[in-house]
């Protein structure tokens, strides 16, 4: 049976990138650039004043003092959006506001705080620095310099930069859209009552949550029923609409598990199934016409950490996005954990990690059985617990996939 790492490795493989577009930059929130994007004008694009005060030469401050002030006449003003009328003749000031164009020939500004002024004149009292309180065209981002590289994920600070930099539009890769079919005989809407036998259908639901939260869009399928050939005629009708399928239930060796035949029958290459952990053991990952597709284990816990771990980076890798996996950490567990017998699995465990004065420590969320859905309440990141360890005593070393925070590797 394939390890978690092998497994995953072989869904990258399968995924390219979509082709990328164009989006209006107030689209872009979480989306991947699409080309290395630079600077086509200096910012500043101007050099202008970073203070409210008076532009000057700093060589006719030079012997300001408290005891010997320097007055210099004052020959005009110039706030933010002005441009200057001219020059600045040596010997005087020029009042200027912050963001105004510095004057040719001044060289520094002294703030208004720091002098003493009238209509017409102001005094210094200290000899003003050179360059001070001057922002030069181009110090923050230079002409043709690299703004945001290909597959860099644009976060408000990005869209900060394009926007300064004239990108209205950016080459994006879009968002990747996500058909979502569950499956089993058992399930009802969430908004009803079960009656004898049902349940509610949380896969639905949390998957959409999960695909929207990781930048993809969802695309709902209504429920099929374990029903050979209705499994058959929805597989059909979300392949057509999407860029990747996923299905929940029906994928193991129950009697009505019939994801599995059906995929294969329409013709989809097997890349793998069953997977070397808990949850989630039956995973299977196919390609058909091009279209990756996840057969996931019905039981909630096991499919929302199937996604993370699995179609979380290979919908970030469709999106064209340079970093794919959420940060790693170590930590110290809290509480002892043990699995009921050696079985060769990589586990899970739903924890909430938390920053403490003797490092980072991570709690369980409480029992960890498969069936628990409500160990995914709080928890903020996943312990990955290695096939050979059997047991961990209360302060071992954990790895954490740090799930609420955004990729860094
Ligand atoms: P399956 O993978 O179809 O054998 O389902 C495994 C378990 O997960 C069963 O107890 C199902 O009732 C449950 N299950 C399957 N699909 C869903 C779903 N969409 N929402 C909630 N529970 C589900
Ligand atoms: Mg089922």
Known sequence: MLTFLEARQLVLEHITPLTPGTVALDQALGLAAAEDLRAAEPVPPFTNSAMDGYALRASDGRDASDTIPVRLPVTGGLSAGNIPKGALQPGTAVRIMTGAPMPEGADSVVPIEHTLNGADWVELRKSPKLGAN????????????LVVGHGTTLRPGEIAVLAATGFAQVPVFHRAKVAILTTGNELIDCGMTPGPGQIRD???????????????????????PDDRERVDTVLAEALASCDLLLTTGGVSVGDYDFVKPALEAAGAELVF???????????????LNGTPVFGIP??????????????????????????????TRRATLDQ????????????????????????????LT????????????????LAVIQETDLALAAGESVLLHLTELAEDH
Request: hydrophobic letters at 45%; a positive charge.
């Open 134 to 145: 001057v922002r030069r065209a181009g110090e923050d981002i230079s002409l043709g310099g």
């Open 202 to 224: 949380a896969n639905i639901h949390a998957l959409a949550a999960q695909i929207r939260a990781f930048g993809g869009i969802p695309v709902f399928f209504p429920r099929v």
């Open 273 to 287: 199934w069953r997977v070397a952990q808990k949850p989630g053991g039956p995973l299977g990952f196919w390609m």
């Open 298 to 327: 019905g039981n909630p816990v096991a499919a929302m950490l199937m996604v993370e771990e699995y179609v979380r980076p290979a919908l970030r890798k469709m999106m064209g996005h340079r970093f794919l996996h959420r940060p």
């Open 336 to 363: 002892p954990w043990s699995k009921s017998g050696p079985d060769g699995r990589v586990h899970f465990l739903r924890v909430v990690a938390r920053e403490t004065a003797s490092g980072l420590r991570a709690a």
């Open 366 to 381: 409480g029992p960890q059985g498969s069936g628990i859905l409500s160990s995914m309440l709080c928890a903020n990141a």
